[in-house]
């Protein structure tokens, strides 16, 4: 069956440091791999989208990489900030448009200041 | 910008009633879905419509049914409502053409049920 596996369900870092947050997947090959930010009873808000033909993604302090040997993605925040505290999820579909999202575990990060 | 509207945003019924939760997607998008997350999960998804038609279906109780209406729309419809229902539902939308992959969520309707 398919698998995401979000390999921190929390984690913790010191502000103006980098947070890189690992989505890993097994059983599944996606063609498009994409990070959410969720807040509390809140709905989840698209941050970035990533191909399965791109090693790396850049928005802002934002930055996702994509490996498809590993079935591995890396979702990092530079320079992070309090307001960066969130639960971040990756999410995949096939690529075909218009297709659900099948999402990880979720991490839920936080920002120390 | 407009974005996606949900409601109503809280809903608390009783078991075996019934419930209907609606989802306004951004104006010019086509396709409407809808996920359900419980407490401290992931979001799961339920159904989808493209076009006003049925587009995909996961993990949705026969209890359930929905459709998207002339205006893209849609409509969730619960009945015989279980305790296990209670959740935070969240309806998406995505632009027409199938070339932008990425979803907006609404703000959810939380369904309690007792």
């Known amino acids: 069956s398919q698998k995401i596996e979000q390999n921190s369900e929390a984690l913790n870092i010191q502000e103006g440091k980098t947070a890189t947050l690992t989505c890993n997947y097994t059983?599944?090959?996606?063609?498009?791999l994409q990070w959410y930010r969720q807040d509390p009873g809140r709905g989840p808000v698209f941050l970035l989208l990533i191909r399965e033909n791109e090693k790396e993604k850049r928005k802002e302090r934002l930055k996702v990489t994509f490996d498809t040997t590993l079935k591995q993605s890396l979702f990092h925040i530079t320079a992070s900030q309090p307001a960066d505290s969130a639960t971040y999820l990756c999410?995949?579909?096939?690529?075909?448009?218009?297709?659900?999202?099948?999402f990880g575990t979720g991490t839920r990060l936080t920002i120390i200041p | 910008a407009a974005g996606v509207i949900q409601s109503p945003r809280h809903l608390i019924k009783e078991k075996r009633e019934t419930a209907t939760l609606k989802c306004y997607p951004i104006?010019?998008?086509?396709?409407v879905y809808w996920y359900q997350q419980g407490p401290g999960q992931d979001p799961q998804f339920l159904i989808s419509f493209y076009e006003k038609m049925q587009s995909d279906k996961g993990s949705i109780p026969d209890r359930f049914s929905a459709q998207q209406f002339s205006d893209y729309h849609s409509e969730l419809n619960m009945s015989s409502l279980e305790l296990g229902d209670s959740a935070l539902y969240f309806c998406a939308s995505s632009p027409a053409g199938g070339h932008s992959y990425e979803q907006y969520f609404g703000p959810g309707t939380r369904l309690t049920v007792t």
């Open positions: 059983n599944y090959s996606p063609a498009y």
């Open positions: 999410a995949l579909d096939r690529g075909f448009g218009n297709e659900k999202l099948t």
């Open positions: 104006p010019r998008h086509d396709t």
